[in-house]
T-cell receptor, first 115, second 113 residues
Framework: ETGVTQTPRHLVMGMTNKKSLKCEQHLGHNAMYWYKQSAKKPLELMFVYNFKEQTENNSVPSRFSPECPNSSHLFLHLHTLQPEDSALYLC??????????????FGPGTRLLVL | EDQVTQSPEALRLQEGESSSLNCSYTVSGLRGLFWYRQDPGKGPEFLFTLYSAGEEKEKERLKATLTKKESFLHITAPKPEDSATYLCAVQGISNFGNEKLTFGTGTRLTIIP
C-alpha cells in the first residue's frame, strides 16, 4: 500500500448516526489534513495536525471531531450531521507543516451523503 | 486574504488541439503555487509546484508557467485521458500560524476523440 488511503470510500448516514472516517498515509510524513470538497466550491481546509498535535481548526462545527493517534493515522468522527454536510471529504499529508512550499498529497476521498 | 480565480470554468477541446488554462492569484507574498489534477470521484493528484515568477515545469503534455499575478497550464496535443478537473492552489507567506493552501474552483477539461 502506498500514498494516502481513505476508508470508507462511500458512506450514507442518517442525521442521528455516528460514523468515523479513516485516513492512513504511507509516505513517512508528519503533517496530516482534513478537507471538505462541495460541488462548485473550492476545497475547504478543516483541520491540520503536525506530529499528532492539532495546529489548525478552521472554525469547523463540533459535530466533526478529529483524532490523530500518530503521524500515520487520522480519523474524522461524525455525529448528528446535517444534509448540507454531504460532500467529498479528503485527507492529505505533507512532510512538514505548510510552510516553505510543502507539497500536500491527497487520498481518494470519502463520498458522504447525509439523509 | 489570498485569492485564486481559475478560468475558464470548463473547456472542451478536440484531441490534439492545444490550449491553456489560467490561474490568477492574489497573495501578500507567494510561498508556492500548486497544480493538481482531479478525476471524478477521486482525490487531487499532484502535478507541479512553482515558487517564483519566470519558473516553468513540464510533464508529458503539460507545462506550467508562473508570473507575479497568474499561472498558466499549457496542454499540448491533448489526448482523451487528459480529461479531468485541473485545480490551482496558492500558499501565501504568513507571519501568523500555518500557511494554508487557497484553492480555486478548477477548470473542467474535456478532450473529445
Amino acid at each position: 500500500e502506498t500514498g494516502v488511503t481513505q476508508t470508507p470510500r462511500h458512506l450514507v448516514m442518517g442525521m442521528t448516526n455516528k460514523k468515523s472516517l479513516k485516513c492512513e498515509q504511507h509516505l513517512g510524513h508528519n503533517a496530516m489534513y482534513w478537507y471538505k470538497q462541495s460541488a462548485k466550491k473550492p476545497l475547504e481546509l478543516m483541520f491540520v495536525y503536525n506530529f499528532k498535535e492539532q495546529t489548525e481548526n478552521n472554525s469547523v462545527p463540533s459535530r466533526f471531531s478529529p483524532e490523530c493517534p500518530n503521524s500515520s493515522h487520522l480519523f474524522l468522527h461524525l455525529h448528528t450531521l446535517q444534509p448540507e454536510d454531504s460532500a467529498l471529504y479528503l485527507c492529505a499529508s505533507s512532510q512538514g507543516l505548510p510552510r516553505g512550499g510543502e507539497t500536500q498529497y491527497f487520498g481518494p476521498g470519502t463520498r458522504l451523503l447525509v439523509l | 486574504e489570498d485569492q485564486v480565480t481559475q478560468s475558464p470554468e470548463a473547456l472542451r477541446l478536440q484531441e490534439g488541439e492545444s490550449s491553456s488554462l489560467n490561474c490568477s492569484y492574489t497573495v501578500s507574498g507567494l510561498r508556492g503555487l500548486f497544480w493538481y489534477r482531479q478525476d471524478p470521484g477521486k482525490g487531487p493528484e499532484f502535478l507541479f509546484t512553482l515558487y517564483s515568477a519566470g519558473e516553468e515545469k513540464e510533464k508529458e503534455r503539460l507545462k506550467a508557467t508562473l508570473t507575479k499575478k497568474e499561472s498558466f497550464l499549457h496542454i499540448t496535443a491533448p489526448k482523451p485521458e487528459d480529461s479531468a478537473t485541473y485545480l490551482c492552489a496558492v500558499q501565501g507567506i504568513s507571519n501568523f500560524g500555518n500557511e494554508k493552501l487557497t484553492f480555486g474552483t478548477g477548470t473542467r477539461l474535456t478532450i473529445i476523440p
